[in-house]
């Protein structure tokens, strides 16, 4: 299952991070980011050790999202050496989402 995030822990966690980093960017009352949640769980089950899997709540955290330009969500980028190297817009299928990491 994928932790979360927050303005907090973000440096640490994600941008500090030796393993490439997923982050779901998403919001509590957005219905796409319900649909991908479980997959994102499901790939942070099984990516475990090699990419590590982040949520952050837009509305929690908006600094994080303003500073990533975050203007929709779901937004799914994946962070290496603490830069954004790929990015996806909205709900996607499991093999999209895959697409994304290294």
Known sequence: M???VTSSDFKEKVLDNPLPVLVDFFATWCGPCRR????????AEERAGSVAVYKLDIDQSRDVAERYNVMSV?????F???QVVSTAIGARPKSAIEALLP
Not at 74 to 78: F, I, Q, S
């Open 2 to 4: 994928a932790s979360i």
């Open 36 to 43: 991908v949640a479980p997959v994102v769980d499901q790939i």
């Open 74 to 78: 779901p937004t799914l980028m994946v």
């Open 80 to 82: 290496q050496n603490g």
